[in-house]
């Protein structure tokens, strides 16, 4: 078990820092983590799992070792090869219009890919449809306005996301990878709350700062402060 306590989330930051110097490490860490909280809501065993936006395949993996059925979706060859990976099970395709079958999986999930779509909400629409009823669909997101919320350009996407971008391409020389109303984008915790509940298809099961502890959890209650103090927002449906 990862626990929910602060050792799990000093844990996650260390992986974190790491990123740079031990990728593989890092996304392996973390993909274990992702599939511990999905393990909560779900028995993953010889359950067909699809990870939408999975780039090089370290949740899948992680699923696979779980006992499930996995595969990955991402509409980037280069992503999906990243770190020298050749990850099992893996489909280019596009969150918004997935190349599956409605309610042919039993759990879809996607860990940090929405704020990088342009149309969330279609995004967020095909997850469902692809869910068989009785399923789960598990979600995680950067919401923008969290300390993270610019990604490499943080915390600069405070004072808006052009700044941020152009500030880090000075620094850097390079443009940032991830590009403000490009491939990235804002998106915000009470909107994404509001989205599930308000979708036919759905039940909101549970939704929280994914990296907190669970003493944290109360904070995705409270309108604009969630917003700054909830780095990344996790949602847990269940398929009607
Ligand atoms: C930050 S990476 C996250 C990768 C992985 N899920 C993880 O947690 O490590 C974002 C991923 O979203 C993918 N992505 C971007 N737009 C997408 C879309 N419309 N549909 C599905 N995936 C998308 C990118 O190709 C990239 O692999």
Redesign the pocket.
């Given at each position: 078990m990862a626990g929910t306590g602060i050792r799990r989330s000093v844990e996650l930051l260390e992986a974190f820092r790491r990123e740079q110097v031990d990728p593989d490490a890092t996304?392996a860490r973390?993909a274990a983590d992702s599939v511990e909280l999905l393990s909560r809501y779900t028995s993953l065993d010889q359950r067909v799992a699809l990870?939408?936006?999975?780039?090089p395949g370290?949740?899948a993996a992680a699923l696979r070792a779980a006992g499930a059925h996995a595969f990955t979706?991402?509409?980037?060859a280069d992503?999906l090869r990243l770190h020298g990976r050749q990850p099992e099970g893996a489909l280019v395709g596009?969150?918004?219009a997935l190349p599956v079958r409605t309610g042919s999986v039993d759990v879809c999930c996607?860990?940090?890919?929405l704020e990088?779509?342009r149309a969330p909400w279609a995004?967020l629409d095909e997850l469902v449809r692809i869910t068989r009823s009785g399923g789960v669909v598990f979600v995680c997101v950067t919401n923008w306005l969290s300390p993270w919320g610019g990604h490499e350009t943080s915390p600069w996407h405070y004072l808006g996301g052009e700044r941020a971008a152009s500030r880090y391409a000075r620094r850097t020389g390079l443009p940032p990878k991830n590009r403000y109303g490009e491939?990235l984008f804002e998106i915000g915790v009470g909107e994404v709350l509001q989205w599930a509940e308000r979708h036919p298809g759905v039940a909101l099961r549970d939704a929280f700062p994914r990296y907190y502890p669970s003493w944290c959890r109360p904070l995705v209650r409270l309108p604009g402060v969630r917003e700054v103090a909830t780095w990344n927002l996790a949602l847990v449906l269940d398929r009607h």
């Open positions: 996304y973390l990870d939408v936006g999975g780039g370290y949740t979706v991402d509409p980037s992503e596009d969150g918004r996607s860990f940090n890919t990088h779509v995004f491939s």
